[in-house]
Nanobody, 116 residues
Framework: QVQLVESGGDLVQPGGSLRLSCTASGLIFSLVAMDWYRQSPGKQRELVADISRRGATNYPDSVKGRFTISRDNAKNTVYLQMNSLRPEDTGVYFC??????????WGQGTQVTVSS
């Protein structure tokens, strides 16, 4: 059974930083691409970062230069370092794992709130 467990969400002031973690089990981590999405109030879930099996990364313009995704295959973990946080970054952050067979697994999410 595949499990993805996110952690690291918190309340932070604008301009602050957070690092989210997502640890996977039940799959061969080195073979999957990993994504971070966020669900903000009243908005659709949006992709904020992805990293391929080989470590290639991709970001939308809204977070480029502020967010960094990385992975540690030895720990079955993907990270999302978030700097210069803004109130509009508030939301529930989900990680997902995309297998070569085209199956996507989701975690339960972790809440990030950016507010003074």
């Amino acid at each position: 059974q595949v499990q993805l467990v996110e952690s690291g969400g918190d309340l932070v002031q604008p301009g602050g930083s957070l690092r989210l973690s997502c640890t996977a089990s039940g799959l061969i981590f080195s073979l999957v691409a990993m994504d971070w999405y966020r669900q903000s109030p009243g908005k659709q879930r949006e992709l904020v970062a992805d990293i391929s099996r080989r470590g290639a990364t991709n970001y939308p313009d809204s977070v480029k230069g502020r967010f960094t995704i990385s992975r540690d295959n030895a720990k079955n973990t993907v990270y999302l370092q978030m700097n210069s946080l803004r109130p509009e970054d508030t939301g529930v952050y989900f990680c997902s794992a995309r297998t070569p067979a085209g199956i996507t697994h989701w975690g339960q999410g972790t809440q990030v709130t950016v507010s003074s």
